[in-house]
């Protein structure tokens, strides 16, 4: 009965959003208020069966009920709980159920904290969001039902791809479709505008605080997929350019570009149009990565389904929301007059250049992500397009754009002088300058980019900080005037002094593990001794252990350094009877400076040989330090006034009205 109970509630949900998608758009483009007022409440109510819907499955899992055929695909009896849980979305169809509840609670926290929207706009906004549900409620029942039964039950299930069986992956899904379906807010938002043929700074404030949190959790989710790749697969990198690993990051690129763009309308009251436009495209990507995850034109260990005809119904779904919405800008696009000008060098200008290097990069990545797929689809042959091909296009883009990000903070708005900014930065150039000398003297031995990426990190790390100075004239004013003025930096700004930092930070990891990460691959037998960065390992063998529903061979290394004991590293190779497949489970000791990476492979003979690879990855760690850093500098902008608060209500409208002190 939970089952059905399900089921019918999803079914409800549907309901409710073709209401939602009805009712508020016609009631604002005829003035009717009762039915513009209907949009909240049918949010709510959304919300409200979608969730019912997605706990009955959660339900299901729990209890193990194998007359689900969606449970009797993902899950066993002996799987541990946090993996019964985590199997609800571990799955194409249970994916979907999380995708359209993220959908409803995002519309849902539109209409409850959307008070100040003006009443047209917002039931435009709802309007909106609730037609994209519908496209993906329909898309649910009618090809991924999760409750569909199997008669008679088996007596248990298949399992969990063991891959999918890790806390990298229990939370990595839902971090990313908050982002995913995050700027499904902005998409609608932009739709809303254009049919009102109207963007202004108050449309600019209210997008901002969503777009927001979609870009923090979207960079969430893909450090935390990254993160995974590294310490499961066994492979030693974090980053292989994966399709679907780029399917993530091209919404994550114009997203960046989006939030910087909105800015600027808010501030200047220009690039409406451009602003209005990067929206559409983000959430449009966002579209694409389910595509190629569910179409099954891509084989990979991220991929959810291979069913075509799945994939042909999401096609046409895309077709229809990139299709409608791209005309429906380029019908009401022309009407959003810009009125701020600026000069190129300005603090417009180099946001202007942020745009325009991310979505050129974000065009990059997508060219070379879909020309091997369109190429095979037309019979011209199968190509790989790998890491030389976006290394060498992706990375000089980047360059200019890691200048620009240390400067445009320090131009004024309209019109900057850029000889002037220089002059101010002597001190930021001569700490890179410093920087990039103690690189080369230490690490003589790396490609001459490595210095080129320090270098850049330095700049940028230290420019972050040189702009906080200038916001509080650090050294030219007294220490209590400084004082004052730094309490008074907003937290927008500090959020935003918090994310370049960590980009910074990123980068940086990103250059040394590039260029001076140290690997051996080889066959050790019990008692040899392998010597990688100054670090002796010595492997004292392997032994059969167990775990709860795997078996595995557990290598043991000895770790030493100027002959003193470092660290343990138990590396396994497991395999999981019930699914009949095999993972690798590295093992990592981290420092400050890299990290110690340790895999176990096949055995070699019977004398306890076994093949092993052993690594040592120069700042790894600051990778995820610069994705966390960033993580945090979007919830400190977040939790800024001026992103919570999209207008002044009513009330306070009213009281300046009647206060001559506040006209």
């Keep these: 009965m939970i089952v059905e109970t399900g089921h019918f509630a999803l079914v409800m949900a549907l309901v409710v959003a073709l209401v939602q998608a009805t009712l508020p758009l016609i009631g604002a483009q005829r003035g009717n208020e009762a039915w513009m007022a209907m949009a909240r409440p049918a949010a709510i109510a959304q919300m409200l069966f979608v969730s019912v819907s997605f706990g009955c499955l959660t339900y299901a899992y729990l209890t193990s009920d194998f ?8 899950s066993h009896s002996a799987k541990p709980l946090i993996y019964k849980i985590s199997g609800v979305w571990g799955n194409h169809e249970g994916s979907m159920l999380l995708w359209v509840l993220i959908l409803a609670v995002f519309g849902a926290a539109v209409a409850v904290f959307g008070a100040n929207l003006p009443p047209t706009l917002k039931a435009r906004v709802l309007g909106v969001q609730a037609l994209v549900s519908v496209g993906f409620f329909l898309f649910v029942l009618f090809t991924s039902n999760p409750f569909e039964r199997i008669l008679p039950a088996p007596p ?105 763009s909105a800015v600027v309308v808010e ?42 005809a799945r994939g042909v119904f999401i096609l046409v779904l895309l077709l229809i929301v990139i299709g409608g919405s791209f005309a429906l800008f380029a019908w009401r696009g022309p009407s959003l007059k810009a009125s701020g000008l600026f000069l190129p060098v300005s603090r417009e200008g180099s946001l202007l250049l942020n745009n325009l290097l991310l979505t050129t990069a974000a065009a990059v990545v997508l060219l070379g992500t879909l020309y091997p797929l369109f190429l095979d689809a037309i019979g011209g042959g199968k190509v790989s397009v790998g890491a030389p091909f976006f290394n060498a296009v992706f990375v000089p883009l980047m360059v200019p754009l890691l200048v620009a990000m240390a400067i445009g903070p320090l ?84 959020g935003m002094t918090a994310a370049h930092f960590g980009v910074a930070v990123l980068v940086a990891g990103i250059t040394a593990s590039s260029a001076w990460t140290v690997e051996s ?48 590293l138990r590396p396994e190779r497991r395999v999981y009877p019930v699914e009949g497949q095999q993972t690798t489970e590295a ?15 096949e055995a070699e003979g019977a004398d306890g040989a076994f093949v092993t690879r052993l690594y040592f990855n120069p700042l790894v760690p600051w990778i995820w330090a610069g994705l966390v850093i960033m993580c945090i500098g979007g919830v400190v902008s977040l939790s800024d006034r001026r992103h919570r608060v999209g207008a002044p209500s009513r009330r306070h409208r009213a009281q300046a009205v009647e206060s001559p002190a506040a006209a």
């Excluded at 404030?205 to 697969?233: D, H, K, N, Q």
């Excluded at 492979?235 to 997203?255: K, R």
């Excluded at 990507?285 to 389904?305: I, K, Y």
């Excluded at 708005?413 to 930065?425: E, P, Q, S």
């Design 521 to 568: 691959i080889q066959t050790m037998r019990p008692g040899e001794t392998v010597q990688i960065a100054g670090y002796d390992f010595t492997f004292e063998g392997a032994r059969d252990t167990r775990g709860p529903n795997y078996e595995a061979v557990t290598g043991t290394f000895t770790v030493t350094r100027d002959e003193r004991p470092f660290t343990v």
């Design 67 to 74: 007359s689900v055929l969606n449970v009797v695909n993902n």
């Design 156 to 260: 248990d299930g298949h399992g969990l791809n063991p891959l999918l069986q890790d806390p990298g992956l229990a939370i990595h899904p839902p971090f990313l479709y908050l982002g995913y379906v995050g700027f499904s807010i902005a998409f609608s938002f932009a739709i809303a505008a254009l049919i009102e043929g109207r963007v202004d700074a108050a449309w600019a404030r209210w997008v901002r605080p969503w777009t927001l949190a979609a870009w923090m959790f979207l960079t969430a989710g893909i450090g935390l997929g990254s993160w995974w790749a590294y310490y499961e697969l066994g492979w030693g990198g974090w980053w292989f350019w994966d399709p679907v690993e780029n399917a993530s990051f091209l919404p994550w690129l114009s997203g960046t570009a989006l939030l910087h």
């Design 267 to 308: 501030k200047r009251d220009t690039l409406k149009g451009w602003t209005v436009f990067l929206a559409i495209v983000t959430f449009s990507l966002s579209l694409l990565g389910a595509f190629l995850v569910r179409s099954g034109v891509l084989t990979s260990v991220h991929a959810f389904a291979t069913d075509p």
């Design 587 to 601: 093992a990592i000791r981290s420092t400050f400076l890299g990290d110690l990476y340790a895999v176990i492979g």
């Design 411 to 494: 131009l004024p708005w309209k019109r900057g002088d850029l000889v002037a900014i220089f002059w101010r930065v002597q001190l930021v150039l001569g700490l890179t300058g410093a920087a990039v000398f103690l690189t080369w003297v230490f690490a003589a031995d790396g490609p001459m980019f490595a210095l080129l990426g320090m270098g850049l990190a330095a700049w940028l790390a230290v420019g972050t900080l040189f702009e906080i100075g200038e916001r509080t004239r650090l050294f030219r004013a007294s220490m209590a005037e400084s004082g004052r003025r730094l309490r008074r930096v907003s937290r927008a700004a500090w």
